[in-house]
């Protein structure tokens, strides 16, 4: 069989179908396999992971090892980060939010004891509906309307409330405001306005809270290399710089692929590179008519001083929090955002020169449906920005002269490097009516033996979600569902 893309899908895919006695090829259209989880690294000896460095959920990782017969612990070494994230505000106070019930508790109760027990409320119902979506939406594959539409499933989906909004719904449990942002700053990393989107995506700080953000040591990256190398052990075949160009079909069967000019059989061909690309581009199908989630814009430093005021996960609230966190959702550029700032080199030194430091700052931008967005203008605005608000966190004049190294990954790069349609860093926007049945299947309705996988398929984007895709699609293709 032959899977289109090394994203993180592909791999997982890869090595399920591995295991299950499938022959499987790789062909990735870049020098690296990984798509977005990959790396930069410098000529100074900076190493930055380029995009995903949050560890969510680490029980799908340890699932994907143990199907294989294997322990993830013989493979990486994976630390429980504290604390979960620290957050600076725009008034200079520096709240850290501990993963320690013991030590988070005291601090909410410093704010009010109202807000504390608000949040152990909120987290007491959110755990409950987690453990409805779990068992019920995230492990079914919903190909079918019947599976979706079955009494059971409708009565877990009320059971959820999932209607109203994630701001709404945090609001009816906390009254602090810094708890408020920081809680709904969280949605914002599966690409979603708090403001609109389903209070189901405070699964995210929940999941945060009850299980721990992970840190696997040497970065994300070391996650992609350990999966190279498995498939290459269990005799998968990989491809760099070998970009699919057509997907070859015949009497409604996809029976191939063409790879630089070449046509290469396969009985099953599974797409990890994005769906509604996939359709379009490979197949010559008319624009699929998805909403696609917001991009980033990523500004990546090397730092050639310790900067002990940041952890690993940081994040800043900055000012209009509410105004400058809508805007990429509205196609605009958001004037002073509240940003994520990853210092992964606060844990980890090899990642950076002796007494250096790597910083990945990230912030929301709207994705290239409005082509004029997004220009020189608008990324030399954010910069300036990110500098302005980096001087005052760290209180060091001046910080661009203590950067050495610079580099950012834009919308555009996302576009052209990932073949990610609209240049979106996650795909189909998790909306709700975009979820389940209503996400884009595992299995092409239009031509036997195609499938999918991948952040734009169900459950989601997300390593965690994508490597549930990863089981959902192994399971179908081997037992021809
Ligand atoms: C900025 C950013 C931050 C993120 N942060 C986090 C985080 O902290 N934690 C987290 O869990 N998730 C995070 N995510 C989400 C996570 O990275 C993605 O959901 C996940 O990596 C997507 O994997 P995938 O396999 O679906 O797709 P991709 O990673 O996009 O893989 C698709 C692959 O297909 C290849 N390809 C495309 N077209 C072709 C072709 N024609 N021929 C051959 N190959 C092709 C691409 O090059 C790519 O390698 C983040 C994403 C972004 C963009």
Redesign the pocket.
Known sequence: MII???????LASALRLLHKGYEVEV????NTL????NQIISNLGYRFDL????L?LPQTFYELFSDLGLNLQDYLEMNLLHPTYRVFYKNQEIIDFSTELAELVPQLESFSSEDAAGYLAWLTDIYNKYRVIDESFLRKSFESLGEFLNPKTMANLLKSKPFNSTTDYLKSFIKDERVLNYLSFQAM?IGMNPYESSNLYTLLPAVSQLYGLYYIKGGMYELIKVLEKLILEKGGRIHLN???QKIVTSNHRAIGVSVGGDFIKGDIILA???VL?VNEC?LGESPQKYKMSCS?Y?LYLGVKQKLPKFSVHNLYIGPEFEKNITAPFIGAVPEKPSLYVYMPTSIDENLAPKGCECLNI?VRVPNLLKANVWNTEAKEGLKTYIYDVLEQLTEIAEFEKVVEFESDFTPVD?LN????SLGS??GVSPDLNQTNYFRPHHKSKTYEGLYYV??STHPG????L?LHSAKLVSDIICHNK
């Not at 490097?417 to 990610?420: I, L, S, V």
């Not at 984007?461 to 965690?464: D, Q």
């Open positions: 289109i893309g090394g994203g993180i899908g592909g062909f990735e259209k870049e990984g798509g977005r989880v995009s995903a460095s949050i969510l990393f070998s970009e699919v990890n590179a994005d690309y490979l980033t990523i990230m996302m490097k990932f073949n990610a860093a996650f991948g952040a984007t997300g390593i965690s994508v």
